[in-house]
């Protein structure tokens, strides 16, 4: 419970809402760190690797309306020259 001067708010979330409002605030931030780097120009050209995983990405969502996560985004850019070669947790 908040309280504004006088105005007393409550706000009453189930733990599912919290959740979510979490996970919001998550990539609202790690956006928020990916444009300061770009107004401070900390960009670095991305290579040829990462450009082809990003352009696959976006024809999946041409094709299939497949949504693209800011996190999904976030480990493109975040990759050097050795890719995975399994897909993360198919052991």
Request: glycine letters at 4%; aromatic letters at 2%; charged letters at 35%.
């Amino acid at each position: 419970m908040s309280r504004v001067g006088d105005i007393s708010i409550n706000l009453n979330f189930d733990d599912k809402s919290k959740l979510k409002l979490r996970a919001i605030a998550k990539h609202a931030g790690a956006l928020a760190d990916e444009l300061d780097a770009i107004d401070s120009n900390e960009c670095t050209e991305l290579s040829t690797k990462q450009i082809e995983i990003l352009e696959h990405m976006l024809e999946l969502k041409r094709l299939n309306g497949m949504s693209i996560c800011l996190c999904d985004v976030e480990r493109v850019l975040k990759l050097d020259d050795e890719l995975p070669t399994r897909i993360e947790g198919s052991e």
